[in-house]
């Protein structure tokens, strides 16, 4: 294979970044955890037949295997495939890579290491020094899930008689290579096809006075942005409560199960619209999450869908219910704006009532399905997360983060870790009574 003439070369690694761009999750907080694509550039040094200078492209794919649920505080981890094009010393030159990588986070927030094997292959540099293939071997460290540091070896195809080279890597990466923590949605999510899924949010500006007319900007907009996604996720339940209501009359649940998500359903509505207000109030402006349809149907037979009713209402209403009416008492108690505080309290009852239909529906579930559901339930109990995402803290004003009815990290994960205490207590005692 010839070198790449520096003409062609150029284009060629600006092309890949477009594709890189184009491949990149478009939402940096993309619902779907597993698969992530992260793009990224790097700057290298290399020590072998001569010294070179890089400047390339970085694309990586990672299944993400640890870390990929959205409620979730550990080290993150994944495998995947690579690819590496960089451009050497400004000149005709290049190097190209293939392969494979894997790694995971030594701790939190986001310190990992990175290793990596494949195929490679280096233009020739000159007459005197020619090119050709090699195994591609690396080893990396990773600060915050984007920058990379890497410490990587060519070793040339048998018969090759170009020197080993061993190249040092700097590097940076958009989302993360391991992607980003999951969004923690606190209450009933809305599943499509596997996946958490969040609902857009329209917008228009109003006139009349902003909210919190003294609150910084920064403070501000942390605070829009966090009242917004709390609207979302509130509107995200609206369809997850029907798609409740509609498989549980399908399975043949009493009706008052059934009743009972269907007025879930429309406390879901006032929650999303009491959260958009606020939200629109500090920015300004008229904020309307969309309404998304209802999933379809699971298609599953009556056995497995009440093992799925019962999981689902386990993770969903035990769990995360149960854990948003302690979230919401925490933020109330704080709230000193006007209006936050006693639309808080009405969404923590509610919460607290849709975390009592969930341990109905498990009960119901584990009495209709007999030991399948008991020991599907079993090890879900067993696989509960140990707390929510990891959320860095905002840069906002800690008093009027808290007067806004917002708490820190340190309350989400004391009230998922409360409730998480007491609900598998309570799930050990069915799953016991009914051994």
Not at 88 to 101: D, K
Request: aromatic share 6%; charged share 20%.
């Amino acid at each position: 294979m010839g070198s790449l003439s520096s003409s062609r070369l150029g284009p060629t690694l600006c092309a890949l970044g477009a594709a890189a761009i184009l491949l990149a999750p478009g939402e940096a907080r993309a619902d779907d955890n597993i698969h992530w694509v992260s793009p990224g550039l790097m700057l290298s040094l290399s020590f072998g037949d001569k010294l070179n200078f890089g400047l390339g492209l970085d694309v990586r794919y990672s299944l993400v295997f640890a870390g990929n649920v959205s409620c979730f505080s550990g080290p993150r981890g994944a495998v995947g495939a690579f690819a590496q094009a960089s451009w050497l010393n400004f000149s005709s030159a290049g190097r190209f890579a293939a392969g494979l990588h894997g790694g995971a986070d030594l701790r939190n927030p986001g310190i990992g290491a990175n290793a990596e094997v494949g195929w490679t292959y280096r233009t020739a540099l000159s007459d005197l020094h020619p090119g050709g293939h090699g195994i591609h071997v690396g080893l990396g460290a990773i600060g915050g899930g984007i920058v990379d540091l890497g410490f990587r070896g060519t070793i040339p195809w048998p018969g090759d008689e170009r020197k080993p080279e061993f190249t040092i890597t700097a590097g940076a990466h958009f989302p993360p290579m391991y992607g980003e923590p999951g969004l923690c949605i606190i209450g009933r999510p809305l599943r499509v096809d596997g996946r958490y899924v969040l609902p857009g949010v329209a917008g228009a500006p109003r006139r009349g006075r902003e909210r919190g007319g003294r609150i910084d900007e920064p403070t501000r907009s942390a605070l829009v942005s966090a009242w917004q996604d709390d609207a979302r996720g509130e509107c995200a339940s609206i369809p997850a409560f029907l798609a409740l209501a509609r498989d549980l009359a399908a399975v043949g649940a009493p009706r008052d199960l059934v009743d009972r998500a269907l007025a879930a359903a429309a406390d879901e509505v006032r929650h999303t619209e009491l959260c958009a207000s606020i939200a629109g109030d500090l920015a300004s402006r008229t904020l309307a999450p969309e309404l998304l349809p209802p999933p379809r149907r699971s298609g599953l037979d009556r056995a497995r869908e009440l093992q799925r009713l019962c999981v689902e209402s386990w993770e969903d209403g035990c769990l995360g219910e149960g854990a948003a009416a302690e979230r919401a008492r925490r933020q109330a108690r704080g709230a000193k704006a006007p209006g936050i505080g006693a639309a808080l309290g009405v969404i923590a009852a509610d919460e607290a009532r849709h975390a009592e239909l969930g341990w109905r529906v498990v009960q119901w579930c584990l009495s209709e399905g007999g030991r399948p559901v008991r020991e599907a339930l079993g090890e879900a109990v067993a696989a509960s997360p140990e707390g929510p995402a990891r959320e860095a803290s905002p840069e906002a004003e800690p008093a009027a983060w808290r007067g806004y009815g917002r708490i820190g990290p340190q309350d989400i994960n004391a009230s998922w870790e409360q409730n998480l205490g007491l609900a598998r207590k309570t799930a050990q005692a069915f799953l016991s009574a009914r051994g």
